[in-house]
Each structure stands twice: as C-alpha cells, then as structure tokens.
C-alpha cells in the first residue's frame, strides 16, 4: 500500500512539474510577442511606413534649396472618397509610403468601425483595387489607395473607421505595426414608405 502510495506522489509531482513547465513556456511565448511587437511599434515611432511627404511642383534651387513653384504635402494616409452603395461604404484615398524596405505581410491587415482610442469593432472588408494575382505590395511614393468596400459601413452604428496594418521590415525579426485613422463613414438616406 505505501509503495502505491509513494508512486501516485511521484506521478503527482511529475504532473504538476509538466504542468508548471507548461505555463512557464506559455507565458515566456506570449512575453516575447509582445516584446516583438513593442519593438516593432517602437522602429514605426522612429522610420514610419507611411508618413506625410512635400513636394515642389516646379524647380528646386541647386543652391538655396528652395521651391520656385508650388509646394504640395500629401499626408501619410487620408480618405478623399466615402460614399454608400446599398448598406456598405466605398472608401478611397491617398497614402504616402516612405520605406521601400517594409513589405505588406499579407493577411495582416483588419478594418474596424469606431475609434481607435475607443470603442471598435472589426469589420468585414475587401479591397475593390486588387485583382486576383497582383502583389499586394506597394512600392515607396505617393499613390491612391482604394476603393475598399467595408461591409454595413453606412448603417453601422459607428460614425468613423480606422485600419490597423503589418509589415515585414528588411531584418525581419518584428513587424511593423501602423494605425491610421479614424476617418468618417458615409451614411445611408432610408426613405420611410410614405417617402417613396
């Protein structure tokens, strides 16, 4: 009786220390993913993806450096379409990516409705300006974007929207994490019947 009783304490132990390595493994992973995207967010504060650029529409001074034409500047990422087809938003704008080095990981990129200081929720989207086969990747400069069709966008409760998007810098060792937004959503005109 003591022997099993011995033994049922050894398998006891060994549970609890398979166990606690366990929950010793898990979280040392999840710590180091969260580091991994901390130090992502941290290189994103420093090198931006996207950031605002300005442009001389003209000629530049060899020496003074100045523009003798006009000066345009493009924001990092702004919206200059919303409207409604049915019950979703067609969204479109303009973004300025600046790393050449920073690829789009595929599959990391979700829509939200709401504010991202907020209250969100994830929304159902696809992209309306990429055809089947195209890379998703975009190269560095000031280009259009969109449009996207954010399913229910015009009869969401939410007012705005915002994107959360990843990329894989040149080392590799975290992704880059950018967030732009919220920008507003279109709303819907419903008609009551005697409207009609």
Not at 101 to 106: E, Q
């Amino acid at each position: 009786m003591n022997e099993h009783l011995q033994a049922l304490r050894r398998a006891a132990k060994r549970a609890v220390l398979t166990i606690g390595c366990g929950v010793v493994a898990l979280v040392a992973y999840f710590s180091a993913q969260g580091l991994r995207y901390e130090a992502g967010r941290l290189e994103v504060s420093y090198a931006p993806v996207l950031a605002p650029v300005t442009i001389c529409d003209g000629r530049v001074n060899p020496d003074t450096g100045e523009c003798s034409g006009s000066v345009v500047v493009f924001e990092a990422f702004t919206q200059t379409s919303a409207v409604c087809d049915g019950r979703d938003a067609l969204v479109s704008g303009v973004m300025s990516k600046v790393r050449s080095d920073a690829r789009y990981i595929d599959g990391r990129q979700q829509i939200y409705f709401g504010d991202p200081a907020g209250r969100f929720r994830r929304a159902m989207f696809e992209f309306e300006d990429q055809q089947d086969g195209t890379p998703t990747n975009r190269p560095p400069g000031v280009q259009d974007w969109g449009p996207w069709r954010l399913r229910g966008g015009c009869v969401t409760e939410f007012k705005t929207w915002f994107t959360s998007v990843e990329h894989r810098p040149w080392h590799g060792f975290w992704p880059l994490p950018t967030v732009t937004g919220p920008f507003p959503l279109p709303r819907a005109l419903f008609l009551r019947a005697d409207q009609e």
